[in-house]
């Protein structure tokens, strides 16, 4: 008999790994099924890692109340699961006399949500905070703050299964059936058996929704790119700058966010698209974005990208009805079949807050014991490079692998690299070993890394070439050996 | 806990730069040389170069990339030299403090003098905003030289080639010879970007396409590369629309330019030419921090290994100068060079009055018959034909320390 979960969640995005994290407090059996090949394959690791403070959505919505929650938990959240968390402050800046009305209105909103600490700065405190920034007034919210998004979505679902939730990947759900007493849930020619099922399938809930029949949900795909600026620039700013709010109100427009390991991120575009994979970039989208950023930030440059890449935002409300809806938490028709539709941004910071929320759904169905020996914390990965002399010194004579280092600009450890190899997730691509080490996602872009990392992977790992790929099935790296290796010279 | 170290010289990097540095060092008379590699392997990235053509200038035949390293490594092997491999310098104070890591614990080397000879490392998608899709199968050319020269992989079964540097040139046919089909080389300027001969020995002998004025840009495939869409560049190198072309392939070679990777100069406060991207020097090849040296592609991108050889065995000498308190104490201050038309770059930028220097210079525009003039306080004391011009050749003047013995300007143009 195949074996019956009581809970399955579908979608490892920040969304569904934190549910997972949640469900791991208490005794139940927990599936978390995802079509990627790593938890954050889609938009939680591409979007601004943003801790919001709660001003930007709209007063008495769900958004702005697991916002605002989650902002005041966020620290011991990271603190928790060892992740990077960095309370810089935001900035919105006003450029003109017009823009200053709304950053009144945004003041109102945030005081309502129950925002803490706001206040509206003149021209000369914004040039004494931000000297490079040019603007007439700002908006100041000292409790935004950054995070990394993958790492704190892989730290959620490590803390999971290190709790006893198991993770599927690969495992696109194609169908799912209702039986009596219980989901069947079939993926890659697999299934999977739970008495509840948690929809947190971001861009795609709205489909999953509709295969046991609730077709009244539609997700807009809305793609945001980016482009990330090389780190020897993030003297230029110390806070996240913001312009105002563009007049469509749906997204928050281009912004300069410092990031937590130093290089500067600019973006995000919004174009509602079709195709919900389509995380490409485009040549106008990266054009726009660094034109926006130096209207507000002129000294930033041009030329100095290190990458840039998209997300998918998960919009419930179309381009024509303003793209700007609230969650939507659901239990409708069944009530073990709970639907999460457009938890879109500020979906990281709203992470925790919402997954007890949906706890708390379930415990109304299911009878919740809490687990005796949960635990919380997750240690945060040791990184060399954040060490001082004295400490590296002591780690490499401890761990001679500390001593090699594999990435020469975020000056990773070959120790690092197998930590992460040996994450226990099990995920084994370049990705994941990229998203967990930071090899491979400096300035060079894994110019040289990547080199070494392959060696590793098939000289200490015993990895065949043909197992060595960068993410999903079928991004392989290498089409076969360049000479048999059995030919031995002839003396 | 750190493990102390006390030399004359410091060399970081052992290709060919460093290398001749340390050697140069040592002969010149400092006596405690540490060579400090983060491979494996002392040689580089001519460990990968298993094209020939090297040693052409220098030694009149053309080696290998690691017969030409051999050359050398034996010479250190001979003379006695430290070095220690798989070691990274993570940081680099001004007072000439290195921070190393390696599996045998994380040390603290003093060192008197420093030679900087950590070369280059290739521009990437990221740098150069290449828009589509993320997938599997992108590699830098250098990359992919070191999968299929020193790691017995393939890397794909058609590519195209995004720019015509001699990396991407030399991949071209390299892959070529194994079997790969490559279906364009191609480059945004209207002029290849690589060697002469490369282009002649490296796509002309095999017949591949080679597309100028045009650039990537798109990638489409969402797990492997699919295709590329190409087009053509207006004079701005923007793509012009209506001029786009979709060609098949697995693979994408980026060979987009060489940036000098001058982390731990910055860090240490090194001034660093926005141009060349390496540091100013002067003729002694010495930084704006005193002791602290640069030879090699760190300090500009070099066309030939031979060129890296020389001046590295001239920075290893003023840098055992230094560490020996030998080096001379110029009475009048560095001048420095100002350029004129079509010249880009030079190198080094300051003239130590008085002193032999051996100028290299890059010009913004390719051309035929021109002439180089250094004109020394208004006096147009050199005078060179260059009967062929282009930004991807470096050219080279011998300036002579009595010309500048009392100058206060030097000028460079290449014009008409």
Known sequence: ?????????????????????????????????????????????????????????????????????????????????????????????????????????????????????????????????????????????????????????????????????????????????????????????????????????????????????????????????????????????????????????????????????????????????????????????????????????????????????????????????????????????????????????????????????????????????LKEDFNPIRPAPIRLAELSHEQRAELIKKEPLYGEIVCRCEHVSKKEVLDAYNNILGVKTLSGLKYRARVMMGRCQGGFCTAKIISILQNDLKTPYNGILLKNPGSYLFTGKVREEDEKDVK | MLNEIEVDVAVIGGGPAGLAAAISAKENGAEKVLLIERGSRLGGILNQCIHDGFGLVLFNKSLTGPEYAEIFIEKLLKLKIDYMLNSMVLELTPS????????????????????????????????????????????????????????????????????????????????????????????????????????????????????????????????????VKIAKVDENLKPIPGTEKIIQCDTVLLSVGLIPENELSRQAGVEIDPKTQGPVVNSMLQTSIKGIFACGNVLHVNDLVDYVTVEAQKAGMWAAKYALNELPEPDRKEIEITLGENVRTVVPQKIVPGLDTSLFFRVYKPGKNKTLNIIVDGKNIIQKKCPSITPSEMLKADLKGEYTLNAEKIHVEVCE
């Open chain 1, 1 to 369: 008999m195949t074996e019956l979960f009581n809970i399955a969640v579908i979608g490892a995005g920040v969304v569904g790994c934190a549910i997972a994290r949640e469900l791991s407090r208490y005794n139940l059996k927990t599936v978390v099924l995802e079509k990627g090949s790593d938890v954050c394959s889609g938009a939680s690791k591409a979007n601004s890692g943003v801790v919001h403070a709660g001003f930007n959505n709209a007063v008495g919505s769900l958004k702005a109340k697991f916002c605002v929650q989650g902002n005041e938990i966020f620290e011991h959240l990271c603190s928790e699961l060892g992740v990077p968390y960095k309370r810089t402050g935001k900035l919105v800046i006003a450029q003109s006399e017009g823009d200053v009305k709304e950053l009144e209105n945004l003041f109102e909103a945030g005081l309502k949500n129950g925002v803490k600490g706001l206040s509206i700065v003149d021209r000369k405190t914004v040039k004494m905070m931000e000297p490079g920034v040019e603007g007439v007034a700002a908006l100041y919210s000292p409790n935004s703050a950054i995070t990394s998004p993958y790492l704190l979505t892989i730290a959620y679902a490590e803390n999971a299964a290190m709790n006893g939730v198991k993770f599927k990947f690969n495992s696109e759900v194609t169908g799912i059936e209702r039986k009596k007493s219980y989901f069947k849930i079939y993926h890659d020619g697999d299934y999977t058996q739970a008495e509840l099922v948690v929809n947190a399938a971001g861009c795609y809930a709205d489909k999953i929704a509709s295969m046991i029949g609730y077709t009244e949900y539609k997700i807009y795909p809305c793609r945001g790119e980016y482009v990330l600026v090389d780190k020897r620039w993030s003297h230029l700013i110390t806070r996240m700058i913001y312009h105002v709010p563009p007049k469509d109100k749906s997204v928050l427009g281009v912004h300069i966010t410092p990031t937590v390991e130093g290089p500067i991120l600019l973006g995000p575009t919004a174009d509602f698209i079709e195709d919900r994979d389509d995380t490409s970039t485009t040549m106008p989208g990266i054009n726009q974005i660094i034109e926006e950023a130096r209207k507000i930030l002129p000294s930033l440059p041009s030329h100095d990208s290190i990458t840039a890449f998209s997300g998918i935002r998960a919009k419930n409300k179309s381009k024509e009805e303003g793209g700007l809806g609230d969650y939507i938490i659901e239990n409708r028709r069944d009530s073990y079949f709970i639907n999460l539709i457009g938890i879109e941004s500020p979906g990281l910071t709203a992470s925790t807050p919402l997954a007890k929320h949906v706890v708390e759904m379930i415990s109304e169905l299911i009878k919740l014991n």
């Open chain 2, 96 to 227: 000439k403090k290195l921070y190393v890591a390696n599996r045998n614990g994380y040390h603290l080397v003093k060192a008197k003098a420093v030679v900087l000879a950590m070369g280059c490392r290739e521009r990437t998608r990221g740098a150069i905003k290449i828009a589509g899709s993320r997938p599997s199968g992108v590699y830098t050319a250098g990359l992919a030289q070191n999968f299929i020269n020193l790691q017995n992989l393939m890397i794909g079964r058609t590519a195209v080639i995004l720019g015509s540097g001699d990396v991407g040139l030399i991949m071209a046919r390299r892959l070529t010879l194994e079997g790969v089909k490559i279906q364009a080389v191609v480059e945004i300027m209207p002029f290849p970007y690589g060697l002469r001969r490369n282009v002649v020995q490296c796509l002309e002998d095999y017949n591949i396409p080679l597309h100028l004025s045009h650039t990537v840009t798109e990638i489409l495939g969402r797990s492997r590369v699919e295709a």
